[in-house]
């Protein structure tokens, strides 16, 4: 596999959101308006990036049956870092996200790219990687976001061009899970052909 | 896998794993504290600057005060001439998604000048919207000798968000909490105008 087609299969093939249908709970949780969507998925590609970087160094000198515990001890150090980082010098942002950074340890897509590719492959291939998916997961959840903020808020990134409210449930859990679907019904279709 | 699942190399290396890990965050812990603090810091500034008459000049540091056995804080400012200008007083009602932390600012008669939400984790889109002026501009200069402060469903004269009647109405009575507080300050044997 080329390195170009590292980064673009996270996009499409094997796409986090749409087609792997991981990380489920802060895509539906976060995506609340476009911007808040995309830091979530920033957030997560920064951490994706440096522990998939990290296990595939260390992966060799790690006993098999405690990989697991292993791998998600580095995974918890990267995003408690990002939180003390972010808490220091962007504390708007850090409020704005709050109880989804320390989400991240939990994500599966994070864990499960280090099971499933960064503890097999080099460096190199497995910070592609980490991009690759976590530009999907930023795109997807970025797309999601805009649906339900432009039919629950009646606004695109902030700019409001309705006055009043939307459709309310598109903003609350039910919405999220109806423009999820209705999202992966239009991905598969795009896609399959 | 290279190395064996022995019970000695799993000790081992997860021994050495953890050390690592928590060295770092040790590390960038000692780093990142004091602008963590002095983020905080500013925050609770602005917001106290926020919540109080211009002429505040001097803000003092926060003092605690006991209330029907909860503990408050607040902090009482003074003009240029030291006189007593107002007082900002921390509440955090319980809203829909948890505690929703409000700065209340008072002028000395008592009216309040202004309030702000310090931290909420109400449902974005509905309850949310409470740190949007649309909602929290109708506290500026509320007098609470004069007005109720309940949300209009209950009789009061607190204009609700649309479909948070819960984020409203703890709103509305947080504020009312402050001013029965604001009042406990006033009769203290530390007067307003000390």
């Known amino acids: 596999m080329g390195?170009?087609?590292?980064?673009?299969?996270?996009?499409?093939?094997?796409?986090?959101?749409f087609v792997l249908l991981l990380g489920m709970c802060p895509t539906l949780a976060t995506t609340t308006?476009?911007?808040?969507?995309?830091?979530?998925?920033?957030?997560?590609?920064?951490?994706?990036?440096?522990s998939n970087m990290a296990i595939s160094l260390i992966a060799p000198y790690i006993p098999d049956k405690v990989r697991i515990p292993s791998y998600i001890v580095v995974i918890a150090t990267f995003v408690t870092l990002l939180q003390f980082v972010m808490q220091a010098y962007v504390p708007d942002i850090y409020e704005t996200l709050g109880l989804f950074i320390p989400l991240i340890v939990?994500?599966?897509?994070?864990?499960?790219?280090?099971?499933?590719?960064?503890?097999?492959?080099?460096?190199?291939?497995?910070?592609?990687?980490?991009?690759?998916?976590?530009?999907?997961?930023?795109?997807s959840l970025t797309v999601l976001g805009l649906v339900r903020e432009i039919l629950g808020s009646g606004s695109m990134f902030g700019w409001k061009f309705i006055e009043g409210d939307g459709i309310l449930a598109f903003v609350l859990a039910p919405g999220a899970f109806l423009a999820l679907g209705y999202l992966i019904v239009i991905?598969?279709?795009l896609t399959t052909k | 896998m290279a190395v064996q699942s022995s019970f000695k190399n799993m000790t081992v290396c997860l021994f050495a794993i953890c050390i690592v890990c928590s060295s770092l965050l040790a590390g960038v812990y000692a780093?990142?504290?004091?602008?963590?603090?002095?983020?905080?810091?500013?925050?609770?500034?602005a917001a106290i600057k926020e919540v109080l008459p211009e002429t505040a000049v001097t803000i003092e540091e926060e003092r605690t005060v006991d209330f029907e056995g909860a503990s408050y804080a607040y902090n009482l400012a003074y003009d240029e001439a030291g006189n007593t200008v107002g007082c900002a007083i921390n509440v955090a009602p319980v809203g829909f998604?948890?505690?929703?932390s409000i700065k209340v600012g008072f002028d000395a008669s008592g009216v309040i000048w202004n309030t702000k939400v310090l931290s909420q984790a109400e449902t974005p889109g509905l309850g949310a919207k409470c740190v949007e002026a649309s909602f929290s501009e109708q506290f500026?200069?509320?007098?609470?000798?004069?007005?109720?402060?309940?949300v209009k469903k209950d009789g009061g004269d607190v204009d609700a968000i649309t479909a948070s009647t819960i984020t409203s109405r703890a709103y509305a009575d947080g504020v009312a909490l402050a001013v029965k507080v604001f009042q406990a300050i006033a009769q203290t044997p530390m007067p307003l105008n000390e």
């Open chain 1, 33 to 50: 308006s476009a911007i808040n969507g995309m830091s979530m998925g920033l957030a997560t590609l920064f951490v994706l990036v440096l």
């Open chain 1, 3 to 17: 390195k170009f087609q590292l980064i673009t299969k996270g996009l499409i093939k094997e796409n986090p959101t």
């Open chain 2, 31 to 45: 780093l990142t504290k004091a602008p963590i603090d002095a983020a905080a810091a500013a925050k609770n500034e």
């Open chain 1, 187 to 189: 991905f598969r279709k």
């Open chain 2, 97 to 100: 998604g948890g505690p929703i």
């Open chain 1, 106 to 139: 939990v994500n599966c897509i994070v864990l499960g790219r280090a099971e499933a590719f960064a503890n097999k492959n080099g460096v190199v291939d497995s910070a592609l990687d980490g991009i690759g998916i976590g530009l999907g997961f930023t795109l």
């Open chain 2, 140 to 150: 500026k200069g509320f007098d609470p000798a004069q007005k109720k402060l309940a």
